[in-house]
């Protein structure tokens, strides 16, 4: 992540985190926030753990088709805050 915003920083290309699995190690969840808070950088999102995810996988099928749970409503919101953002 560190390496991914710093070559966004050294082109002027705005930046955004999402947090994968955000439930699974919290600790470093809080890490990531508060790297993303000292420099400037915003959470976009935190994307809860959840099985589903491998059976959309195994199905073949994106996650928004395969389920109408939490993590296919943080994706959705996800894509909602990012194009207002780019729209801004």
Not at 66 to 83: A, N, R
């Amino acid at each position: 992540m560190e390496r991914v915003l710093g070559v966004c920083y050294h082109f002027g290309v705005p930046a955004l985190v999402c947090i994968n699995k955000y439930n699974v190690n919290e600790d470093n969840t809080r890490q990531i926030e508060s790297y993303c808070l000292s420099q400037g950088v915003g959470v976009a999102s935190k994307i809860p753990f959840d099985n589903v995810v491998t059976e959309a996988l195994v199905q073949g099928l994106p996650m928004v088709e395969y389920s109408q749970g939490t993590v296919t409503q943080e994706i959705e919101l996800l894509w909602q805050y990012i194009t207002q953002v780019l729209d801004a």
